[in-house]
C-alpha cells in the first residue's frame, strides 16, 4: 500500500495574528493576548516579538510583564477566534472532506487521494490561507498523524526570529524514526513531564532512547501503552484522520480582479458560487437551513443579507434562488461591486431530513448527483448547468 499522505496543519500565534488584522500597529511589537496581570491572568498567545523576550503561552501575565517591559497586553475576542478558525475550516473543507480538527487553530488532513505531491498541497494550501484570510501556519507532512504533529512542532521549535514561522516541515516515508530519534522524548506525542520523568530515570532522554529500552522493557514499566510507546517512538502510527468534526457552515466567495458593474455577469457569479456550496453540502450529507450572501462594493463597504428556509436543502437551484433573492435587496445597478460569496448555515444532516423530500426534488438530487461523479471525475470546473439567468431589471 502507498503511504499516506497526511497533513498537520497549525495555526501560527493564532490569536495574536487574529488582533493584528484587527489592529494592524501591533504588528511586530511584542505583544501578549490574555487577561490582565492584576487580575492574574495568564497568557494565551503571544506573539513572536514577545517570544524573543522569553514569554512563552499559559505564562502568569504578571511575568510575562517582568520578562518583557513594554509587553502590550490585548484582552481576548474568542468570538473574533472562532470566527476566524470556522473560515480555516472552510478552506481546508475546500481540499479535502477528510479533515480532523483537534482545537481552534489545529487540523489534520489525509490528502493521500490528491495527485499532486505531498509538499505542493501544503505550499498551495499555506499560500492561499494566506492570501484569503492573511494569516500565517506551519504544517507538517508525513505518512502519518503522530510525525505530522512532531514535524510542525520542530518547524516551529527551529524558528527563532521575530516574525512567524510559516515552517513546512516534510519527513519522507520510510526516514520517520530518523527524523525522531535524535529529538528530546518529551516531544512525542502523548508523552507527558510525568511520562518524560520516569523514561528519564530509564535513561531515556530522545526519542531514539525509547526505541532502544525495547518493547519488553516498556510494556513491564507501563503496562499496554508502553507497547504504544515503543511503536510510536519508532515513528510508527495507523490511526486514521476522523473527519467526525462537525461544520457550522458552508460559504464560497469571489473576489473580482477588477470590479463588476453588470448585473447578468453578478448573477452568473451567484450561480457558480451556489453551485459551489451545494455540491460540498452534498459531499458532507448536509442540507442548509440558511442561506446568506455577502457583497462588496468597490469602496470596501460591506453588507451580508440572509434568509432562513422553510425546508433545509443542498439544492444548487434553490440556494441559487436565495441568493438571487437576496442580491435584489442591495443591488443598486450600475454600482461597482468588489466581492460577492454565497454561504449556507444552520446544517444539518442530510439523512434526518429524508422524509422531508418530495418527488421532484427527487428528481433534481439524482440529476445532481449524476453531475457531483462528473465533477468529481474530471474536476470541478468543466461542469456547468446550462441554466439561463435573466436579470431582474432587463426582464
Ligand atoms: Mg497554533
Redesign the pocket.
Known sequence: MAPRKIIHL?????FCAVEELRQPDLAGKPFAVGGQPNERGVVA?CSYAARQSGVHSAMPMAQAVRVCPGLIIVSSQYSAYQHASERVMEILQDLTPRIEQI?I??AFLDVSDLPESHTDIARALQGRIASDLQLP??LGLASNKLVAKIATDVG?ANHRQASYPRAITYVAPGTEAEFLAPLAARMLWGVGPKTAERLAGLGAQTIGDIVALGQDTLVRQFGRPGGDLWRHAQGLDERPVESDHVLKSISQETTFERDRRDEKQLLEVLQELSEQVGYRLRQQQLVAGTVRIKLRWSDFSTFTRQMTLPTPTDQDGVLADCAFHLFYQLWQPGRAVRLLGVGASNLGSRVHQLSLWDTPVDKERKLLQAIDELRERYGKKVVQRGRGIKPQSSA
Open positions: 497549525d495555526l501560527d500565534a493564532f498567545s482545537s487553530d489545529e501556519c506551519s516551529k
